[in-house]
């Protein structure tokens, strides 16, 4: 099957994950990929609810990516705080090591729990009085949405004011695991090129001069104690005197920048990063939509489009894929699970190497790949919401757009 878009090297399918291995032409030197968390979510209507597909819980799904990861390649997959551990379970029973897992703060959450004066209210077939509208945002399709607060009907209801079956979320975690490598560090690096992070080039900036001071400090303090010094000194890797790297070495703790008045003075910094701005969320406010009709399928093969899309934005076809179309009207362009471009550039960077190629099973708006291309790497991947595409073309495009690493 050929890619809907192809940049330089970097392609992009609209097929389901599960069919992406098998239209790679070689291996990959990392995955980097938000999947579904699973969460029962999604929109009515479609041929596969988006959130409740069971794909990110399945070992076999994880099994198939791991064969085309090179030895020793990483893995990065965002995970929800109520179902990461099935997601981790999943990488692991697929023959992933697990290394680590990265904790990424944000001062930004909502809670999504049903109030339960309103919940109340509902079991006692209250209806809601409140006027609605129609859902502004493309990932709540076909919903309407309540306007105002809402107010309690019954004296059984009124006692539930203020309860909530939810906490508001503050953090994601994003596990890190690693196709385990063929033979030691060194003759993996050589033979595949994979195995380690690149912490060097993702290293967290910091004022060298001053590091520097502290190191040295410590390494006299060290000298200096009579009960024999540093801990680790007799250790196969002792602590060292000066810094390696160019700035701090990257932590597994990812922080809002509005949390760092939380932190005591003098705490080291860690990587700042918040959620996704307006710059970062594509949106194609009224795209026209076509309905596939007689000869569709041999026109979405050519194009590279999956032929059974209840509906294809009219961006993406020619005259003659036209023609095998009608008009089905406009629509809201946007997606639901839009992840910062900086937290994107950061982890791709992290990754692998510069030139290398990274996988990405789940596009949605393109972040990863946009990133991947911004950071001078290779990206290959696959979305099977058709409607998704323009706002990855989009994304890749405008790249210049991005906001800058630090």
């Known amino acids: 099957m050929r890619p809907v878009f192809d940049y330089d090297g970097s392609a992009v399918y609209n097929i389901d994950a599960r069919d992406l291995p098998s239209v790679l032409d070689g291996p990959v030197d990392a995955v980097v990929t938000d999947p579904p968390y699973e969460l ?5 209507g479609e041929t596969a609810r988006w959130d409740s597909t069971g794909i990110a819980f399945d070992p076999d799904f994880w099994r198939a990516i791991l064969g085309v990861m090179r030895p020793g390649a990483f893995l990065f997959a965002f995970g929800s705080p109520r179902t990461w551990h099935r997601l981790a379970c999943a990488v692991e029973d697929a023959g992933f090591l697990i290394r680590d897992q990265l904790c990424w703060l944000y001062a930004s959450g909502m809670p999504k ?21 129609e859902a502004g945002s493309a990932s709540l399709r076909g919903r309407r949405l309540k306007e105002g607060a809402y107010i309690p009907a019954t004296p059984e209801a009124s006692r539930w004011t203020g309860f909530n079956p939810a906490l508001k979320p503050a953090w994601e975690p994003v596990v890190v695991a690693q196709r385990p490598r063929e033979a030691m560090l060194g003759r993996n690096l050589l033979d595949h090129g994979t195995g ?5 080039d993702a290293a967290v900036p910091a004022d060298m001069a001053e590091l520097g001071r502290r190191y040295e400090r410590n390494s006299r303090l060290r000298d200096g104690d009579p009960r024999g010094g540093d801990v680790m000194r007799d250790t196969a890797t002792p ?6 790297l160019d700035g701090r070495y990257p932590s597994d703790l ?16 860690f990587y700042f990063c918040p959620k996704a701005s307006g710059a970062d969320r594509p949106v194609v406010a009224d795209a026209p939509m076509r309905r596939p ?9 050519r ?36 992840k910062p471009a900086s937290l994107m550039r950061w982890l791709v960077r992290l990754s692998c190497r510069p030139g290398g190629l990274i996988l990405d099973p ?25 409607s998704y595409l323009p706002l990855i073309d989009a994304r890749v495009r405008s790249t210049a757009a991005f906001d800058p690493l630090f």
């Not at 029962?40 to 009515?44: D, I, K, S």
């Open 196 to 200: 380690a992070l690149d912490v060097a």
């Open 293 to 301: 009709a007689a000869g569709w399928p041999e026109q979405a093969a």
């Open 113 to 133: 729990g049903e109030w339960g004066d309103h919940a109340v209210d509902r079991a006692l077939g209250v209806s809601d009085p409140r006027a609605s509208r």
């Open 239 to 244: 602590r060292p005197a000066a810094p390696r």
């Open 254 to 269: 990812i922080l809002d920048p509005r949390l760092e008045r939380l932190l005591p003075e003098g705490v080291p910094p």
């Open 362 to 386: 789940f596009l949605g708006s393109g972040s990863t790949m946009a990133a991947a291309r911004i950071e001078g790497r290779r990206c290959v991947g696959s979305e099977l919401d058709t």
């Open 40 to 44: 029962g979510l999604g929109t009515a």
């Open 303 to 338: 194009l590279g489009l999956r032929p059974d899309a209840p509906e294809v934005p009219a961006s993406l076809l020619d005259a003659e894929a036209m023609a095998c179309t009608t008009d089905a009207g406009v629509r809201r362009l946007a997606h639901p699970t839009v």
